[in-house]
């Protein structure tokens, strides 16, 4: 989603924290070891193992789509509350400890008692992911990117993309453009699917005694210039509201599980939302949202966009800290209005 700076910011990961093997002699990809969890990949599939009833239980997922729930995972820190890659794998953010979890919040799985859940150092598993990453991504694909403006994640070894997965998520400060906040990236291209979006900067007129302290900018000129699907940038700070704008193309490679309420404003075009129950992904809703539409996701369920053009979407985070617990204990309802 939004916009993404591009200059090189390594993910850098301690090395002695990753367990990994050595290049599998066929596809050349390496094995890593996570707690009890296993992760290994083919020229189509990610594979996830886990330990059950005494017995070890394996998931597959196609390759891209697992590295681009994967990069969402690094690029947003884990987010808030749950990023489930699909209706199987997923990660939860306790902010400082994460759960990774098979079939947890799986009604089925669940029910036949082969779910499985572990609690890491959110240092610890990032760092896998990252490494993950580093070694799985190819040449010429880009897990950021949308389908068509990227390569194809399948196949044997062949390189690696460190330039995409290197990329990182822009925290502004108070708002882009402001001294010393993040940059308005003008030197990057318009999109394809924005060359309609005009360029041209608001005027500033301040009342005198105020020259330097109104700052404006042109937000969808900023969004025509994202590089990136799917990824939420933090373009407006006041206290613990923020402003986090962003660009959709295709699918959100992830099902986000709420940990409190989020706001949702449609800035153009049209994005269908397949909604379900947070727990046991039991389909609730589906929701079409067209430019000027506003929508609230409760902090009981998760969500998954579908985006046909490129879109641009305004999501409002609370980031009050103790907001997943009053959630989570009842104090708060689930939902923002009461009808």
């Not at 959110?122 to 992911?129: H, L, V, W």
């Not at 690696?160 to 453009?177: C, H, K, L, S, Y």
Request: aromatic letters at 12%; charged letters at 25%.
């Amino acid at each position: 989603m939004a916009m993404m700076d591009n200059a090189n910011q390594p993910l850098s990961f301690a090395a002695d924290e990753v367990d990994a093997s050595q290049p599998d002699p066929l596809t050349g990809y390496r094995r890593f070891q996570l707690g009890a969890f296993e992760f290994s990949r083919d020229e189509y599939f990610a594979r996830v193992a886990w330990p059950a009833k005494g017995e070890t239980h394996s998931h597959l997922i196609p390759a891209d789509a697992f590295l681009r729930a994967v990069m969402r995972d690094v690029a947003w820190g884990f987010f808030y509350g749950w990023v489930n890659f699909d209706e199987v794998i997923g990660t939860r953010n306790h902010y400082g400890m994460v759960d990774l979890y098979a079939g947890t919040f799986n009604g089925v799985l669940k029910q036949a008692g082969v779910d499985y859940l572990e609690t890491f150092e959110s240092p610890r598993i990032m760092a896998t992911f990252k490494a993950i990453l580093h070694d799985w991504v190819n040449e010429g694909f880009d897990p950021f990117a949308a389908p068509e403006e990227t390569g194809s994640a399948f196949g044997r070894k062949h390189g690696d993309n460190a330039e995409a997965i290197e990329r990182f998520r822009v925290a502004t400060q108070r708002m882009p453009g402001l001294p010393d906040d993040s940059p308005l990236r003008d030197d990057l291209p318009v999109n394809r699917q924005f060359a309609d979006v005009a360029q041209d900067e608001p005027e500033i007129h301040a009342e005198p005694g105020f020259a330097g302290e109104l700052h404006a900018f042109n937000l969808f000129k900023y969004l025509s210039r994202s590089d990136v699907t799917w990824n939420p940038s933090v373009t407006s700070v006041c206290k613990a509201s923020l402003f986090c704008p962003t660009t959709e193309e295709f699918i959100l490679p992830i099902f986000h599980g709420n940990d409190r309420v989020e706001w949702f404003l449609q800035l153009s075009d049209e994005i269908v939302w397949e909604i379900a129950d947070k727990n046991d992904g039991a389909p609730r809703a589906r929701v079409t949202m067209r430019a000027g539409d506003i929508a609230a996701m409760p902090a009981d369920i998760r969500h998954q966009g579908y985006s046909t053009k490129r879109s641009m979407l305004l999501v409002w985070e609370n980031a009050t800290p103790d907001l997943p617990q009053r959630y989570e204990s009842g104090e708060l309802p689930p939902y923002p209005v009461e009808f």
